[in-house]
């Protein structure tokens, strides 16, 4: 079966600093998605970014980016220029080619003013 | 905006009394989910609809029940809640594609029961 792990159940940064969430996770499959979502305080779960298998190169969105290294099955984003809007808590997740996802156990990211 | 609405926000319910939870989606998605998220905790998936074809994850309780009558809507119903039912239900949807799996969430609605 596949696990998502994340070892960090909270983080904390200071504003406009970078910090990095990991992510590990475990699967036998060659093809896959991964995926970061953020969860705010009371506010709906919304997906950050989405990485397939397949591609090598990183995936980017604005200020987030992730460091995906597969044959570490390894998954980390990072927020760069931290802002007060970033603080939530961070799931990351993993598809393999049907319509479910599996959720790691989530970071909750501190945003220090 | 296209969106994925639940209703109610917060609901109390009961020790045993039969509650239900809904959502709607004007995303015309084809699978509509509910997942459990108890305090920090990751989602769980209790069962999702693809289309009309009903998908019940092994170990979700009996005591746990859905319908989808049409696309855009699909309810959670809960037979015979227990405490340790209590916690945030979450409704999302998702096009089905299985090469772009990006699930659209809605706010959630927590559980109490007392």
């Known amino acids: 079966a596949q696990t998502v792990t994340q070892s960090q159940p909270e983080m904390s940064v200071q504003e406009a600093e970078t910090v990095t969430l990991s992510c590990t996770y475990d699967?036998?499959?060659?093809?896959?998605?991964l995926f970061w979502y953020k969860q705010p305080p009371s506010r709906q779960m919304i997906l950050v970014i989405r990485?397939?298998?397949?591609?090598?190169q990183n995936a980017t969105e604005n200020r987030f980016s992730v460091n995906f290294q597969k044959a570490a099955k390894s998954f980390s984003l990072k927020i760069s220029d931290s802002q007060l809007g970033d603080a939530a808590m961070y799931f990351c997740?993993?598809?393999?080619?049907?319509?479910?996802?599996?959720f790691g156990t989530g970071t909750r990211l501190t945003i220090i003013p | 905006d296209a969106m994925v609405i639940q209703n109610p926000r917060y609901q109390v319910t009961q020790f045993g009394k039969p509650v239900t939870l809904s959502c709607s989606q004007t995303?015309?998605?084809?699978?509509m989910y509910w997942y459990q998220q108890k305090s920090s905790q990751a989602p769980k998936l209790l069962f999702h609809?693809?289309?009309?074809?009903?998908?019940n994850e092994a170990d979700t309780p009996d005591n746990f029940q859905s319908r989808r009558p049409n696309t855009s809507f699909c309810f959670l119903d809960i037979r015979s809640p227990g405490l340790g039912d209590a916690a945030m239900y979450l409704c999302?949807?998702?096009?089905?594609?299985?090469?772009?799996?990006?699930?659209?969430f809605g706010n959630g609605t927590r559980l109490t029961v007392t």
């Open positions: 999302a949807t998702s096009r089905g594609d299985p090469t772009l799996v990006t699930l659209h």
């Open positions: 699967t036998s499959e060659s093809d896959y998605y």
């Open positions: 990485q397939e298998a397949y591609k090598q």
């Open positions: 997740a993993y598809n393999f080619g049907n319509e479910k996802l599996t």
């Open positions: 995303l015309n998605h084809n699978v």
């Open positions: 609809y693809y289309d009309k074809d009903f998908n």
